[in-house]
């Protein structure tokens, strides 16, 4: 039975059996709605050859998705308390994330990041509610506690002040902001570490990422659908769907393979690891736009010039490769399989200039998959 109020204290960094619990769920599965929303815009605005402002506004959206989306995920490693105070705050950012969805179409079209700014803002400061509970409950921590509380407030304050901007400076103010928020965690963690579980956290980024793959399935399947619908090719299609998903399997397995619990041994490290997902999560979700573009541009619905669809796929697949490679692969590979990631990345990319580039990235993941768990085998062996 949940109790109403208990005292917000550390949790310990070796908890045996550690899970994600059903909240933590429910909140990643509130973020698919911004993640689909953030994806159909890129996707719209692809196959309007908007493609520098289709991408700028999905980078934006998507930071705030992501950075909301770690920062809870950190906070509920180190201080879950599964209160009824700490679900209905949590519930309160879960609302927090519906408001930014509903305010994606209008940032993208219109420029207008009022909505997405207020379900944001309502998303942090509810952080620092928390944060302001594990100062009053853990006493080894309070300073930690109390900088990252400071450091949201004060940022969102920033957010809030960006909305008054003339246009020339919402870029630069974007960027600005984005580096103070990735700041705090650095400036508060200084004060005394909090005590995340790694293999907690690392599950948690692991369903994050089956997430925005199974973004990436189901716009897929949403065009081929439609291109069913309008009576196009079939086998065509088929063909096409079939590579789509041997793309995505391959990006599943290619991410999984490599556990990431040995390499969070330092703050750093922690940082750097958890930090770079956001290119593993936005090029994760792009590809579903990207697969989306090749079938409207394969069914002849827009009429992007035959490169510029293909790299719709081809560039968030080879940034996909690169960063799980630095991330993951790199630090601890060994053999063939620590050379392969950045190979394969390559002639993916020049799999654009060819014919069937998607067919061709199919393939090549196909391939790399294959090289890794041979090249394992052969370790072990």
């Known amino acids: 039975m949940t109790v109403p109020y208990r005292p917000m204290t550390a949790r310990r960094p070796d908890e045996p059996h550690r899970a994600s619990t059903p909240l933590e769920l429910l909140f990643d599965l509130s973020f698919v709605v911004a993640v689909a929303s953030a994806a159909a815009m890129l996707h719209h605005s692809l196959t309007e050859d908007h493609i520098g402002h289709g991408l700028l506004g999905y980078l934006t959206v998507f930071f705030a998705i992501w950075w909301a989306w770690l920062n809870f995920t950190w906070f509920a490693s180190s201080y879950d308390t599964d209160d009824v105070v700490y679900r209905v705050t949590t519930l309160v950012q879960i609302t927090g994330v519906l408001v930014l969805a509903a305010g994606v179409p209008r940032a993208f079209e219109d420029g207008n990041f009022t909505v997405v700014t207020a379900g944001y803002v309502v998303m942090r400061l509810a952080m620092v509610s928390q944060w302001l509970r594990a100062r009053h409950g853990d006493e080894d921590r309070r300073v930690t506690a109390l900088r990252y509380a400071t450091g949201i407030t004060v940022v969102q304050l920033g957010w809030i002040a960006r909305l008054f901007l003339p246009d020339g400076l919402l870029l630069t103010a974007f960027i600005a902001l984005a580096v103070l928020e990735m700041l705090v965690p650095v400036w508060a963690e200084r004060a005394a570490g909090t005590t995340f579980h790694v293999g907690h956290v690392v599950e948690r980024y692991g369903l994050f990422t089956l997430i925005v793959l199974g ?24 063909s096409l769907a079939f590579a789509g998903l ?22 750093r490290k922690s940082l750097t690891w958890g930090y770079g997902h956001f290119l593993v999560f936005a090029s994760a979700a792009a590809v579903g736009a990207g697969l989306e573009v090749s079938v409207d541009h394969d069914t002849h619905v827009v009429h992007l010039p035959s490169l510029a669809a293909a790299m719709t796929t081809t560039v968030p697949v080879a940034v ?13 590979g060994r053999g063939t399989a620590k050379w392969a990631f950045p190979a394969g990345a390559a002639l993916v990319l020049a799999a654009s200039f060819g014919p069937a580039p998607i067919h061709v990235t199919a393939v090549l993941l196909a391939a790399l998959v294959a090289v890794v768990v041979t090249s394992e085998r052969g370790l072990r062996g």
């Open 246 to 267: 041997v793309i995505v399997f391959a990006l599943w397995w290619l991410y999984f393979d490599h556990p990431a619990e040995e390499l969070l041994t330092t703050l």
């Open 215 to 238: 973004e990436s399935i189901l716009a897929a399947s949403n065009a081929i659908r439609a291109g069913l619908d309008a009576g196009a090719d079939v086998p065509g299609l088929v």
């Open 320 to 332: 996909y490769l690169l960063v799980v490679w630095f991330l993951q692969v790199f630090p601890t």
